[in-house]
């Protein structure tokens, strides 16, 4: 097995201290990359952060494809019905079950014993011998969880989008890089064969040269209390209190929490970057703009559920943005059937979440299985290449700053729409990706970035 890092016996209070000021060095570990690249052969021990909706699929992946030991997993909530769908029974308990009916079932490999389950994510990232923590929660909480996590010297598998403002995903690439671990955000378009195939036949020039690029998101489908809404009683077996953590106090419904926080601004940015993490992603990273950012930003139309709804991100909403090239993408709500269509001068590609299609069939000479050869969908392909890159200790292309410059992108088309219904169309943001500020609003760079609840602020030094 490898040497790993003893954090010793941490109170809570004690961690969040040693984290602190700026996730200040953790005293007690070493760089998690350079340990994990003493044993490229070893399995690695993980912990899944984040039972739900997503959390469990990738629970269930993990273990399917056997990629590696989970020896503790976490959730606020101990197991309930509430998720995206009615039939989903999520949460710690479920969680911890499924693991351990499955090892007792195939356990072939590694030194695995039982899954713990914790409700405190501080008290895995205190656990000595785990190597990963996978984050798939709400995204007002990555950022928090990021900067203990890579504190605590673990290598971090954060789900998308990687930030819930720009101010706090500098922080959490700043973090990484001070504590030298491994990051991969989920976009894990990154490791479908279909999405590589596509981003590099535009980055090759099979289209010749891009003119337009243009990224569908889905409605925000879900319609929500209404204004006049009632708070509801928190349940027992559910810790609201940390749910919410570093977002402002609020009242419980069972709306605000499960699947459903991703169409309220205290906890995502709604379809702008639910969906939109991953198609702009595969933009940016088709056109090879990665490192960077747009120059302007426009909403051109945003529309929103009446005032008091406990839902308050945009309904249908449309922008555009511009790039130093003088490339434009334009994003849209609409069907999500198209992610991203590429036009150039010599024909056009879209791709999506009903197949691929082209302007002419020899553009699509080549083109993958989405599934590969080996069968592994592209989100279990994603965790493996995770693993792997962990046990080489080498960095994954989905790494943090790519995860920050996509979700940025997300974060500028929602600040152009929330100022929607006071400026209207005409309103052009100018963005300065290196300074990351605007340098012609500074009602929209005070939207760059919350002052976190506390003690969770005091994390940020
Ligand atoms: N890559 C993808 O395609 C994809 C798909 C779906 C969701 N996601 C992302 O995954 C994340 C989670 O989304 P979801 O749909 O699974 O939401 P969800 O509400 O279904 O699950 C989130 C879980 O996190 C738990 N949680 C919240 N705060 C916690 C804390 N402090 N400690 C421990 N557990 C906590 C909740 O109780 C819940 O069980 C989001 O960031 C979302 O954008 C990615």
Redesign the pocket.
């Known amino acids: 097995m490898p040497q790993r890092q003893s954090s010793g016996s941490l109170s809570r209070r004690t961690f969040l201290q040693a984290a602190g000021t700026a996730a200040a060095a953790f005293p007690l570990v070493s760089p998690a990359w350079i340990k994990a690249a003493e044993a490229p052969s070893e399995r690695i021990r993980v912990a899944f952060?984040?039972?739900?909706?997503?959390?469990?699929?990738l629970l269930r992946n993990f273990l399917k494809f056997d990629l590696g030991d989970v020896v503790a997993v976490?959730?606020?909530?101990q197991g309930s019905y509430g998720?995206?769908e009615e039939s989903?029974f999520?949460?710690?308990e479920p969680a911890q079950q499924l693991v351990n009916e499955h090892y007792t079932k195939n356990r072939t490999k590694g030194t695995w014993k039982s899954c713990q389950a914790?409700?405190?994510?501080r008290d895995v990232l205190a656990l000595p011998d785990v190597d990963a923590v996978f984050?798939?929660?709400?995204?007002h909480?990555?950022a928090a969880?990021t900067l203990l996590a890579a504190a605590a010297g673990k290598n971090i598998y954060c789900?998308?989008?990687a930030s819930l403002h720009v101010v706090e995903g500098r922080e959490m690439v700043n973090a990484v890089r001070k504590h030298k671990v491994l990051f991969q955000v989920?976009?894990?378009e990154r490791s479908n064969p279909v999405s590589q195939f596509i981003c590099e036949a535009v980055q090759a020039g099979r289209i010749g040269e891009v003119k337009k690029v243009i990224t569908k998101v889905g409605y925000n489908n879900k319609v929500g209390p209404g204004p006049g809404w009632k708070p509801m009683p928190v349940p027992s077996t559910?810790?609201y209190e940390?749910?919410l953590?570093p977002a402002p106090e609020a009242p419980y419904h069972v709306d605000r929490?499960?699947?459903?926080?991703?169409f309220n601004y205290d906890y995502?940015g709604g379809q702008i970057?639910?969906f939109g993490?991953?198609c702009n992603d595969m933009a940016q990273w088709a056109l090879g703009l990665d490192q960077s950012g747009p120059v302007e930003v426009e909403c051109l139309d945003a529309k929103f559920l009446p005032e008091g709804s406990l839902f308050n991100t945009a309904t249908e909403t449309r922008f555009r943005c511009k790039y130093a090239n003088g490339l434009e993408l334009l994003c849209e709500s609409g069907p999500e059937q198209v992610q991203v269509r590429f036009e150039g001068t010599d024909g056009w590609l879209q791709t999506g979440y009903k197949g691929t299609t082209a302007s002419s069939p020899n553009l699509l000479e080549g083109l993958p299985q989405k599934n590969g050869t080996d069968g592994l969908d592209p989100?279990s392909r994603?965790m493996r290449a995770f693993v792997t890159s962990v046990k080489a200790g080498k960095e994954p292309a989905a790494n943090v700053e790519v995860g920050h410059s996509s979700a940025t992108l997300c974060h500028l088309a929602n600040v152009a729409i929330r100022q929607f219904p006071k400026t209207g169309p005409g309103h052009v943001l100018k963005w300065d990706p290196k300074a990351e500020r605007f340098s012609n609003d500074d009602d929209a760079n005070a939207m760059l970035d919350v002052k976190w609840r506390e003690p969770w602020q005091s994390v940020r030094g």
Not at 49 to 57: E, K, P, V
Not at 135 to 139: K, T
């Open positions: 952060i984040g039972t739900g909706n997503q959390g469990m699929l976490c959730d606020v909530n998720y995206k989903h999520y949460g710690r914790f409700t405190d994510f984050l798939v929660v709400p995204d909480w990555h969880m789900e998308k989008p989920g976009s894990h559910f810790d940390t749910w953590g929490c499960l699947y459903r926080f991703r995502s970057t639910n993490a991953h989100h994603h």
